[in-house]
């Protein structure tokens, strides 16, 4: 069975532009969270969505924002791109989001 | 979810057992205790969670004290590739849609 497959692994973006980041997760999972990781605060929740619908949201400001396809495929965005939001963007899957939470590689994103 | 304690770092011996800590004394009765482990730059790893017995898999051993206050994640012989940061969550059962908690976790730093 496939991993969680992140894409692409890495981005470099300038301040204020926008970013689109993409989740494949393992099949039959419909749950898809969300996790920025940076070397100050470690990993943190994002959001996360269950059959096309946000459960539950992070404590992060409304640039960060994400949907699930009904394929279970999951997007995230991040617009007008601060210095900040360079990180580690890990995307996990889970057959409900109870489960075990599966990760992928990750995205690492640089914002100059 | 419960808090939980690891020691900053660790260092095991190659072929040695490693049992690394974690003190989750405010653990509640339906939360689990899981186990991740993160090498250098990658995703996450699952290895193992349990709710009040001992468990195995091919990766570790997990043992719970009978209080659930504290547990031991025992890696039974340490291999250069187990260097990496372990993680200790704890989650309550019906968690579907809340994220993973991720404390600071345990840098073990396997010597040949």
């Known amino acids: 069975k496939a991993g969680v497959t992140q894409t692409p692994r890495y981005l470099i973006k300038t301040r204020g532009q926008q970013v689109t980041l993409s989740c494949s997760p393992i099949s039959g999972h419909r749950s898809v969270s969300w996790y920025q990781q940076t070397p100050g605060q470690g990993l943190q929740f994002l959001f996360e969505?269950?059959?096309?619908?946000?459960?539950n949201k992070g404590n992060f400001p409304g640039r960060f924002s994400g949907r699930q396809f009904s394929n279970s495929r999951s997007e995230m965005n991040v617009s007008t791109l601060e210095l900040g939001d360079s990180a580690l963007y890990l995307c996990?899957?889970?057959?409900?989001?109870?489960?075990?939470?599966?990760f992928g590689a990750g995205t690492r994103l640089s914002v100059l | 979810d419960a808090k939980t304690t690891q020691p900053t770092s660790m260092d095991c011996a190659e072929g040695r057992a490693a049992n690394l800590p974690c003190n989750h004394s405010t653990i509640s009765g339906n939360e689990y205790v899981y186990w991740y482990r993160q090498i250098h730059s990658q995703g996450p790893q699952y290895i193992i969670h349990?709710?009040?017995n001992n468990e195995t898999n091919e990766m570790a051993s997990l043992i719970i004290t009978e209080d659930r206050k504290s547990s031991t994640l025992i890696l039974p012989h340490a291999t250069l590739r187990d260097t990496a940061v372990y993680y200790c969550?704890?989650?309550?059962?019906?968690?579907?849609?809340?994220?993973?908690?991720f404390g600071k976790g345990t840098h073990l730093i396997i010597q040949p």
């Open positions: 969550i704890v989650r309550n059962s019906g968690g579907g849609a809340d994220g993973l908690t």
């Open positions: 996990a899957s889970s057959l409900t989001g109870a489960n075990i939470q599966y």
């Open positions: 969505y269950f059959s096309e619908t946000q459960r």
């Open positions: 349990g709710l009040k």
